[in-house]
Nanobody
Framework: QVQLVESGGGLVQAGGSLRLSCVASGGIVSINRMGWYRQAPGKQRELVAEVTSSGSTNYADFAKGRFTISRDNAKNTVYLQMNNLKPEDTAVYYC?????????????WGQGTQVTVSS
């Protein structure tokens, strides 16, 4: 059973920055992909950014130019650096990953970390 533990959320003023971290552990053979999603109240969960095993990245339009996803393979950790935060970035941010567990690919979610941006 893979566990994803997020940290780094909090309250920040508009224009500020936060760095989210997500550590994966538990029976992982390899990581295919890890990413961040977010869900604001009353809205659907949406992709923020993801990074593949080859290092390719994909960003939502709202994240381009402000957010940067990175990873540390040795630590099974993915980061999301968020700059120039806006009140509309307020949401619960979830870590997600696709992992090779023995011989199967499995998808897991973290518990989420709250990001609140005040105006």
């Amino acid at each position: 059973q893979v566990q994803l533990v997020e940290s780094g959320g909090g309250l920040v003023q508009a224009g500020g920055s936060l760095r989210l971290s997500c550590v994966a552990s538990g029976g992982i053979v390899s990581i295919n992909r890890m990413g961040w999603y977010r869900q604001a109240p009353g809205k659907q969960r949406e992709l923020v950014a993801e990074v593949t095993s080859s290092g390719s990245t994909n960003y939502a339009d709202f994240a381009k130019g402000r957010f940067t996803i990175s990873r540390d393979n040795a630590k099974n950790t993915v980061y999301l650096q968020m700059n120039n935060l806006k009140p509309e970035d307020t949401a619960v941010y979830y870590c997600n990953g696709e992992f090779l567990i023995r011989v199967t690919r499995e998808n897991y979610w973290g518990q989420g970390t709250q990001v609140t941006v005040s105006s």
